[in-house]
């Protein structure tokens, strides 16, 4: 998994940075899925209450609550019904510049039997550490043994 | 002192140590040091930093020093990441219920001008 920089945190804090993980598989084809994910109308039956996103590299959006306000979107990677990359903040109301956000990463790929195994991960949850010690990006073993905790 | 768990996670080598740990179960300072490409002094240096987090156990066993995982102190890094986790469970039933109400053999009025 990649790490990404953002550029809206200070350098000097100590920062770590956790991901989340889901993968789940649905009835729908990849192309039924791709248009649920990146279709204004589509993303805001299920996502939120409305959204706008401009469906290519660099193009700006946002998904919106009624209760929650406006969060802003950037679209960072486009591969049509293959892969989805955006990021948003973390605050309403913000320029995607001008605070913390997370990055979430869609992969879809084909099922057997016509349906779609979804991969999802949003990385980037950040919390500062409370001494000045290494920074680090969290990986696999650690969920591995956050799982291993409830297990 | 107790250190905060976050921070001795935030380490790539303490993570690997951990890992170790959890795969293969007590392990000697010899054995935990051979695969990693630093000194003992370093390895031991991230034990007793994981030490203080309540992470690593060390306990004698004849002449040796066994170090074992404890993960409960995990279990806060856990709870601040479960709410966002949770998040998407529930976005993810809600994707899964629309996809559901609209099947793919539906017209699709981009591909029907």
Redesign the interface.
Known sequence: MTTTKNAANPADA?Q?H?T?E?R?T????P???WR??TEPD?IA???GDSAELDLRPGGDGWFGWEEHGRFAVRVEEVVANERLVWRWSRKRDTPIDEGPSTRVEWRLSPAPGGGTV?E?T?SG?Q?E???Q???????H??A???A???G | MTADVFTAVADPLRRRLLARLREQGPLSLSELAAPLAVTRQAVTKHLDALARAGLVRVTREGRERVHRLDPAPLREVDEWLRPYAEEWDERLARLRAHLDERPPQGPDPEERP
């Open positions: 100590p770590i956790a989340i889901r789940l649905f009835d729908a084809p192309e039924r899925v649920a994910i589509e039956a299920w996502f979804l999802l949003e949850f919390r550490a409370d001494r010690d290494n920074i680090g990006g969290w990986k073993e650690l591995e043994l956050v291993h905790v409830d």
